[in-house]
């Protein structure tokens, strides 16, 4: 399902230099990709696209559809990377993949929790840790949810859900290795001298690879 269409011309002129002249005319440049197609560079107005980039989380999820200006035919995309101004932290320029919506694809979805507020550890004074903000899942490009739902309404303290806890909408599959952690609830005392303990146990190794290797030169 197309979410969102977006109005681009053909970029002709590529290089550096033209690409920062493309900025400064407030515009942003792009590539297609993919399909089994020849790369089409392109050129968008950089107000529009940065509105609903800023504005619509859902926009780095969404099938696309781009119109290029002169050209026949519609590309239905996902954005697929974004370069980003390291001190604006603003779109410097996009790349979009060609997909089709039977195609199986590989993204990262934001997880969003659900009736905290109502989460029998919290209410006990827990705290609920997000461990993992996104999850790298795979599915139909037509299907591609705006994010993870993770209801807590049932969590108590000192809980502990990891991805196999969690029921996943049908035809989506989280890639992973182990069974890793996604959130916890625990007391905000208990969370801080676990990190102590880690920052203790890391600290020590430190120490005694310096030592080690502090030895090491002494034999040398």
């Known amino acids: ?25 407030g515009k942003l440049p792009g590539i297609i990709y993919g399909g089994g197609k020849p790369d089409l560079p392109i050129i968008l107005d950089y107000n529009a696209t940065a509105k609903i980039m800023l504005r619509d989380e859902a926009f780095y999820t969404s099938m696309i559809e781009i119109k290029v200006k002169g050209k026949r035919g519609k590309n239905t995309v996902l954005l697929k990377d974004t370069q980003w101004d390291s001190i604006y932290d603003t779109p410097m320029h996009l790349d979009f993949f ?13 997880v969003h929790t659900l009736n905290v507020e109502d989460c029998p550890g919290v209410k006990a004074g827990g705290q609920l840790s997000v461990i993992r903000h996104e999850l790298e899942i795979t599915c139909r490009a037509d299907a591609i949810p705006d994010n993870v739902e993770i209801d807590c309404a049932a969590f108590e303290l000192d809980q502990i859900v990891h991805i196999d806890d969690i029921q996943l909408p049908d035809g989506m599959e989280v890639i992973r290795d182990v069974n890793f952690t996604v959130l916890s609830i625990v007391e905000p005392k208990r969370m801080e001298e676990s990190t102590a303990t880690d920052e203790a146990v890391e600290g020590d190794a430190a120490a005694t690879d310096e030592a080690a290797k502090a030895e090491g030169n002494k034999e040398a």
Do not use: H, Q
């Not at 011309?9 to 900025?23: F, I, P, S």
């Not at 919506?101 to 993204?107: A, E, L, N, P």
């Open 1 to 25: 399902m197309i979410e969102y269409v977006l109005e681009a011309e053909l970029r002709e002129d590529l290089g550096k230099a033209n690409t920062r002249r493309l900025r400064r005319a």
């Open 98 to 110: 060609r997909v089709s919506g039977s195609d199986s694809v590989t993204v990262s979805v934001p």
